[in-house]
């Protein structure tokens, strides 16, 4: 039974594992409408042998042609340095991130995903936190980063790592909770 929320995560090959059994299965258990979107729609393989989709009954893979932004309340973005940096030089996810971002709904990055949003061009000014290997980007985007496990700031929220996924998806399903109330995502919170 669906709470109305629909979600999107991105990803394409090399994606990191852990972040989308986790993030997929937890807006599941919430029941929640997901789709995985990659390149063309067509399975793809994690960093650790799981491939996408997880179900083979499922029919939540999407291609980059169908991220439309009155479709979905939010967007994730997971790590896996490959897949992040794959997905990250395709205009049609950079413009549907901006797109998200522009329209107020919930951009959520974990891990390597917040490369998509640099590319997309959102961080500049945001509060936010990285993952080790992505601190020097962030910076370079303008963001302010502080050393934390999940920022929320506005509309976007970032993750550094994904040991803290059950906290960063409690803030996302918050987040758009609060958005679809029409409630304000402008304060910063740091978790």
């Given amino acids: 039974m669906s709470n109305g929320r629909k979600f999107v995560i991105i990803t394409g090959p090399g994606f990191q594992d852990h972040d989308i059994v986790y993030t997929y299965y937890r807006t599941?258990?919430?029941?929640?409408?997901?789709?995985i979107a990659t390149k063309d729609g067509a399975p793809v393989t994690g960093k650790y042998g799981i491939t996408v989709p997880m179900d083979k009954r499922s029919l939540d893979n999407i291609s980059f042609d169908d991220l439309v932004v009155e479709h979905f309340d939010a967007v994730i973005l997971t790590g896996g340095h490959e897949a992040p940096d794959r997905v990250r030089q395709d205009a049609r996810v950079k413009s549907f991130v901006k797109s998200m971002y522009d329209a107020g709904k919930v951009v959520?990055?974990?891990?390597?995903?917040?490369?998509?949003?640099?590319?997309?061009g959102i961080m500049r000014d945001k509060l936010a936190c990285a993952y080790v290997g992505l601190k020097d980007d962030m910076v370079n985007s303008g963001a302010n980063v502080v050393d934390a496990d999940v920022i929320v700031d506005g509309n976007v929220i970032t993750c550094s790592y994904y040991a803290a996924c059950g906290k960063f998806m409690r803030e996302t399903f918050s987040a758009v909770d609060r958005w679809k109330k029409g409630e304000s995502l402008s304060s910063p919170i740091k978790v």
């Fill in 28 to 35: 599941i258990e919430e029941g929640d409408d997901v789709r």
């Fill in 108 to 120: 959520a990055g974990l891990c390597h995903g917040p490369w998509i949003m640099i590319s997309a």
